[in-house]
């Protein structure tokens, strides 16, 4: 299926909402809690969750639920996650890749990493400050902040509360921050900051703080920082 | 359990030697760093020069290359290490206590699993990689083999 075909897939309502909770959740999805949470019937649920699985939009993976096992543990039961893989489609064609890895394998092998993070933040302070202005005058300056949770929300990064910390569920920069590590990593720490300065969220810093999987920053709020 | 495991090599040029005031950062996170290592998925080995925890009296490269050495079950365990911990940061931070080097300065290849390799073959492996650029028998994150020296997609 290519690209188009995938995307397509999505536009089916239901589809949509199905895709849209499995992709938020830090755990495997059955047939049941996301036929709850896009409210339509199991069965529905089911072939629709499958058709997002065809479409290489889903992975769907077999298993018996946690702390079952052996004879009469029952059948393994089938479990959906967001697939890795990226699904790009740009009409008329566009290849942003090729020059952003080029132009990080520049900033590499000349050392430019400090220039990179300033413009970085230069970017996210501007990127805040007009955030800050479509969210008007907001009273949370921590981080329940919800302009800021919007803001994180609106570039992809897919905020959601660890404990005392915001951590980012998605990385918007994955494959080439797969490729450059301690660059793009940098950059986009540095953008984090700026966006942060710019929203005015006074209470909250980032920091890098990389799990596998996950963004390589975590938001924390100032008060708890020692 | 795997029959191989994925050693690594890896140098730095000193700005300024480690008892400068400016490397006083760096040097304060070696111990942190280092029990991340020690404390990580799919850790081996790490190379100590047998007085203090850490490998910085080893200078096969000169006074003012300090290098370390690793071993790791997997592709995977040496990743998850190197750019998803805290070990990130000090990546990230480098240009402030090292100089860029015109050579590669990393190289990681497959040993047998509970053989732990000399210095001296892992300057063998960094010497090829700059010689020849990654191959099977010596290669960086850039372009991965496995043990049987397949090109490995990430």
Redesign the interface.
Known sequence: MDDVDAIAALQDPVRRRLYDYVAAQDHEVGRAEAADAAGVQRTLAAFHLDRLTEAGLLDAVFRRPAGRSGPGAGRPAKLYRRSAAERVVSVPPRDYRVPAELLAEVVEEA?G??ILERLARRRGRSAGVAAAGEAGPRADEGLEDEGMAAALRARGYEPYRDGTDLRLRNCPFHALA??F??VV??MN?ALLEGLIEGLGTTGVAAR??????EC?VVLVSKNNES | MTEHHLAQLNVARLREPLDAPSMAEFLALFEPVNALADSAPGFVWRLTDGDADDATTIRPYGDDVIINMSVWESREALW?F?????H??V??R??EWFL?MAEPSIVMWWVPAGRIPSVEEARDRLERVRREGPGPEAFTF?EVYDPAGVTVE?
Request: contains cysteine; charged residues 40%.
């Open positions: 050392g990493e400090e797969v490729e590590p301690p990593c940098g720490l890098m703080d990389p799990r596998p999987g390589c | 998850n190197t750019y998803r911990s805290g990130l940061d990546l990230r480098r240009r860029r850039r990430i």
